[in-house]
């Protein structure tokens, strides 16, 4: 008895398919997986996953060439591929079973590509076509190289990426400016643990996806002194995603303050990590896990994906960070704040190629949404400082001082002249003692030796101000306004100014 399909695919219902178990498979790192029972523990060090195959309810022979399949990713790509491709297949099970039958048609993988058209996963059907198309290159029975053409002449739509960025999307897209820089704050001042300010600032200084972060090690940690008593920290980041059979690192510099919070963070992990010398997670957990493969060990401590998220997310609640776009609390996570990096970098200039190396990319596909997201309008911010207090308590650019004119007498006095050549008359004095390296007046006002004239042309020098950063971005054929971005610190800082002369009048 035979069926016929599309092309006239012959496909015989009387085939059988029993996989040899080799027992034990070894990933690209020479861990071990058991492979003798229906629970699987997969060696990725980033994440704690057993493959439950008693979940997948099909026929024997469909449900060993799974295995066989997994067993090869497990060996040749990765654990998280494994992952992934399991729990497609039981999702398509689950809700498609009447297309899984053995030997599959091609009217069966059709049905299957339409229940994840139906739900707008389409992409997912890119793993199931990987598998049949592995299986038919390998000559298991029951599957065919004529389907398998057939297959890979259909158009599967990818899964849609960027669209966050796109958008600008409130909760899931980059931070803006303000909410940078309320977070920029909050860590400054050393709000919440030793970890979760060393996961944050991870993730704003480097831009990397928690399953690099947490493999960091102490090893990884570099503390560099110079002869002029300098000290440079940088740090190694693993790379993972690019099949490589060994440990590779990326060297990447970080801040004096991150380098001076993970110094500390060793420190203190010293009391837990004799047994692991430099190899000691620099994330380490005190949730121990436990491996059946001997050589997953030394990743008892290491951090799993999913709390690393979780401290991020918990982070902002714990700051009583508020958003001034949705005027709730900051929705936070490290895809935002990888979203967050990479739109900084594209609005200081960065080329593509920086950009995709900057977040270890292989090519530029994935970069491309960062240059084309819309370039960001000036907005009121002064409504914004109004609207949202706790942003004007915790971020203070303006660091100078208010006097009366006649206060500042002796000092130099600082002329209100802007970009666009309109003088306003003097705006205060310059209390420095060394020579300016910046570019007064609007530098001035970010300035802690600034000494502000209470009544001093401040609100028209912020609508010039404003005015100006309109015009530049309404002018310039960058897709994002770099120029705006340099001057809202000064907007901000202006504003602030604003408000402290305002309070001491009505005070």
């Known amino acids: 008895m035979v069926r016929l399909r599309s092309k006239s695919t012959t ?11 080799p027992r034990i498979v070894y990933d690209r790192f020479g861990h071990s997986v058991d492979t003798i029972g229906n629970a ?8 704690t996953e057993v493959l439950n195959w008693n979940l997948i309810r099909v026929e024997d022979s469909l449900l060993n060439s799974f295995k066989c399949y997994i067993a090869y990713c497990i060996e040749v790509k990765a654990a998280r591929t494994a992952r992934n491709t399991f729990y497609y297949f039981l999702e398509s099970i689950n809700k498609s079973y009447e297309y899984w039958r053995y030997p599959l048609q091609m009217d069966d993988l059709l049905g299957i590509l339409d229940f994840f058209r139906s739900k707008r996963t389409e992409h997912k059907f890119h793993w199931i076509r990987k598998w049949y198309t592995w299986c038919a290159d390998v000559e298991i029975p029951g599957f065919y190289q004529e389907i398998s053409e057939e297959l890979l002449d259909i158009k599967v739509a990818g899964n849609e990426k960027g669209v966050a960025v796109l958008i600008d999307d409130d909760e899931e897209g980059p931070l803006d400016n303000i909410e940078y820089d309320l977070l920029r704050s909050v860590v400054k001042k050393e709000v919440g643990t030793l970890l979760e300010r060393v996961c944050i600032m991870l993730c704003m200084e480097l831009g990397y996806n928690p399953k690099n972060l947490v493999l960091i090690e102490k090893r990884d940690f570099k503390k560099n002194i110079f002869n002029d008593d300098q000290i440079y920290y940088s740090l190694n980041v693993p790379r993972i ?4 059979a060994s440990r590779v690192v990326r060297s990447r ?10 110094d500390e963070l060793i420190h203190s992990n010293s009391k837990y990590d004799s047994n692991y010398g430099d190899k000691c997670p620099v994330l380490y957990s005190r949730n121990k896990r436990y491996f059946a493969s001997s050589s997953m060990k030394r990743f008892e401590h290491h951090m799993v994906t999913s709390e690393f998220t979780q401290l991020i997310v918990n982070y902002a609640k714990k700051a009583k960070i508020v958003s001034p776009r949705t005027g709730d609390i900051l929705h936070l996570t490290p895809r935002r704040l990888r979203y967050t990096f990479a739109t900084r970098l594209v609005e200081q200039g960065a080329s593509p190629s920086v950009v995709a190396e900057a977040l270890d990319h292989t090519d530029l596909q994935n970069v491309g949404v960062y240059f084309k997201a819309r370039g960001q309008i000036v907005g009121d911010l002064d409504k914004a400082l109004d609207s949202n207090p706790h942003y004007k308590d915790i971020i203070n650019k303006f660091q100078g001082i208010v006097l009366e004119r006649d ?5 130099p006095t600082i002329p209100g002249q802007i970009s666009i050549y309109k003088s306003l008359g003097g705006i205060g004095g310059c209390g420095s003692k060394s020579l300016c390296k910046f570019y007064p007046p609007l530098s001035c006002y970010l300035c802690p030796s600034f000494q502000a004239w209470r009544d001093g042309p401040h609100k028209e020098v912020l609508a010039e101000l404003k005015e100006l950063a309109r015009r530049v971005a309404a002018s310039s054929g960058y897709p994002v306004a770099r120029i705006k971005n340099q001057v809202d610190d000064v907007i901000v800082a202006i504003s602030q100014l604003i408000t402290k002369i305002e309070c001491m009048e009505e005070s």
């Open 40 to 47: 699987w523990e997969l060696t990725d060090p980033s994440l």
């Open 407 to 411: 206060q500042t007498s002796g000092i």
């Open 253 to 262: 510099k970080i801040s004096k303050r991150l380098g001076k919070f993970i």
């Open 241 to 244: 995603k690019k099949r490589l």
């Open 11 to 21: 496909v015989e219902s009387n085939v059988f398919y029993q996989w040899e178990n």
